[in-house]
């Protein structure tokens, strides 16, 4: 499994909810608030998601009563389909980490959402995704076929809806890259590790 960053600057790796669902428009980050206010980090770019408005506030009131991460996601795997960029975001997450951590899967996800607030790389999550040379899963732009019945599936897509809401602490938002411990990409060396969370690495500059 070859991680975000792996190939992100060099080759040398294989290169209570509401009933209704409306359009919610975000700044690159595309974070909602726990009060349901979109944070704004660069006026010129934007993102779209679809989220059920009440899902940042519950989720936030839940994690503050002590919900733990897993509890979460377990509620938010299921709901209103996934908008095109949200479901690129729980489609990264279930290609590089759903065999880590819910914590692990929640930083995937994060750093997708920093790239595209980075100014640094395209302004939306899908774009990000399908870059070339950045996720090893991606083909000529194309995604692999997914098991939608799949509990790692319904898992990714309350990963991708809990890191838009954002409720739980990840990493921090200059995190723009990271790779699979099993490579070692000549790049990181040029980076500032921030952390390790299972079976990846996380850089910032």
Known sequence: ????????????????????????????????????????????????VKL????????????KAGWPLYALVDKYSAGAPLDEQANCL????????????????????????NRASSGRYPSDWCSVVKQPAQFSFVRHGEFPWIDTASTAWARAQGVARIAIANVVPSVDPNVLWY???????????????????GAHIFYRA
């Open 1 to 48: 499994m070859l991680a975000v960053g792996s190939s992100a600057m060099a080759q040398d790796v294989n290169t209570p909810a509401a009933s209704l669902v409306q359009p919610a428009v975000a700044t690159t980050t595309a974070v909602v608030n726990s009060m349901g206010a979109v944070a704004q980090a660069q006026p010129a770019q934007s993102v779209t």
């Open 52 to 63: 059920a408005p009440s899902i940042a506030t519950e989720a936030a009131w839940l994690y």
């Open 90 to 113: 729980a489609t990264a997450v279930y290609f590089e980490a759903r065999g880590e951590s819910l914590d692990g899967q929640l930083a995937v996800a994060r750093v997708v959402m």
């Open 179 to 197: 790779h699979a411990t099993y490579v070692a990409p000549s790049w990181g060396r040029r980076l500032n590790m921030v952390e390790r969370i």
